[in-house]
């Protein structure tokens, strides 16, 4: 019983840790590029991580009776 409740918030913790790792590596790289490259890659992904945390806020019911 604790697996079925263990296992689904430890793949959320990775899934996260993958997301941002492959935030950082995409940033890095547009910035060894050149600065320009760098700051619009850094403003896209915090446009996609703000609307993805917008999203999932939104889709999660709301506490009530």
């Known amino acids: 019983m604790i ?10 913790i990775f899934d996260l840790l993958c997301y941002l790792a492959a935030l950082i590596t995409i940033n890095w790289t547009m910035f060894s590029l050149n600065q320009i490259a760098g700051g ?8 996609v991580t703000g609307l993805v945390s917008e999203l999932i806020a939104n889709s999660t019911p709301k506490g009530g009776d």
């Open 40 to 47: 619009v890659t850094l403003a896209v992904s915090f446009a």
């Open 3 to 12: 697996f079925k409740q263990l296992l689904p918030f430890i793949w959320r």
